[in-house]
């Protein structure tokens, strides 16, 4: 009998050692200690065992009882500690946590916005025409003859499939310009216009993208003369880029004003002074002019009752001067390169 009793506990004591979890310690103790248990069964012949050594084995029966209870607790014990310190890794709230990357507005965007809000505040509004355009809004409306070499400047990205009779091929707008014609058409004067859009031509080296942005301006109304033009463009630079910064009109050439300029700033890196980005001190930032009057016919507006200006700038542009970014490689602004980006 005092075999068997030692038999059982060594048994149970290799089950429990070997136990990996809660329910496989459970299963042992009732192997054991159940109703039906090795040790139970035992236990209840102890009673057959002659009586002057019954007392012993009822002793040693009650030892091997609590060394397995014991050893069912402490291993209980033991599992339990374990699952618990691998919980309590998980949300370890003195780790370092991982920030959740937040990004920002693109820096064009941000230039857009802030171009918005500058000719808002003088009451021009901003609109929105087709990027994927006719060439009569592109060109001809413009006052650009058919097969005009001048065509050759823009640099266009035709689209083959499509052709109109009337409004001749479809065009990436290799500029804003088409926005006036559109808005023309559409809405009678006084006309007050912001139109920032992309523009596409057929250019890719460091210094410039074939998808690059735009902003056009175009005032429609009676007495509208260059002083209003050089008002308004001397208002955008002072905004844009401080008010120190001076502008210049320049007589220049373009199909669809006349008289046309193109306007300088104080440069912004030597502040007039005269560098060796500027030469003589001063920035070329874009286009502008008096609307021509066969631009206004096409936009259905009567060029003896009305006058308009109209002005067309690049955002990377004034953006970059403003900046005095020095970017090796233009395309920069639209890879996705995030150490680039995110320094904006
Ligand atoms: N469309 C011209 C360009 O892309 C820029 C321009 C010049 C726009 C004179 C105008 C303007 O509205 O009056 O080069």
Not at 11 to 33: H, P, V
Not at 291 to 318: M, T
């Amino acid at each position: 009998m005092e075999e068997e009793l030692i038999g059982i506990k060594n048994a149970a004591l290799s089950f429990i050692l070997e136990a990996e979890s809660l329910e496989s310690i459970e299963e042992t103790k009732l192997q054991f200690l159940g109703k039906n248990g090795r040790l139970t069964i035992a236990i209840k012949d102890i009673k057959k065992v002659p009586e002057d050594k019954r007392a012993a084995v009822g002793m040693l029966a009650n030892e091997v009882k609590e060394t397995i209870e014991r050893a069912i607790e402490s291993k209980k014990q033991n599992l339990k500690e374990k699952s618990l310190s691998h919980v309590v890794k998980k949300i370890d709230v003195t780790n370092p946590g991982k920030a959740a990357p937040i990004g920002h507005l693109h820096l064009i965007t941000q230039a857009i916005e802030e171009i918005t809000d500058i000719f808002k505040s003088i009451g021009f509004t901003r609109v929105k025409y087709p990027e994927v355009e006719w060439d009569w809004f592109s060109f001809t409306a413009l006052n650009f003859p058919q097969n005009h070499p001048a065509r050759d400047d823009w640099e266009t990205f035709f689209i083959d499939e499509r052709q109109s009779d009337k409004f001749g091929p479809m065009l990436l707008t290799p500029h804003t310009s088409s926005g006036q014609i559109r808005e023309m058409l559409s809405n009678k004067p006084p006309i007050k216009m912001l139109n920032i859009a992309k523009t596409y031509r057929r250019q890719a080296d460091v210094g410039h993208t074939p998808m690059f942005h735009q902003f056009e301006t175009l005032a429609v109304s009676e007495n509208l003369s260059i002083g209003h033009l050089k008002g308004t463009l001397e208002y955008f630079v002072r905004s844009f880029f401080g008010p120190n910064i001076k502008t210049r009109i320049r007589p220049y050439h373009f199909e669809f004003t006349e008289p046309s300029f193109e306007v300088d700033i104080t440069c912004t890196v030597c502040l007039g002074k005269g560098c060796k980005l500027c030469k003589e001190g001063w920035l070329e930032m874009g286009g502008a002019g008096m609307v021509h009057p066969n631009v206004l016919k096409n936009g259905g507006i009567d060029p003896q009752k009305y006058r308009g200006f109209a002005s067309g700038w690049g955002v990377e542009r004034v953006l970059l001067m403003r900046e005095n970014l020095n970017i090796d490689d233009l395309r920069l602004v639209y890879s996705s390169k995030l150490e680039f980006l995110e320094q904006f």
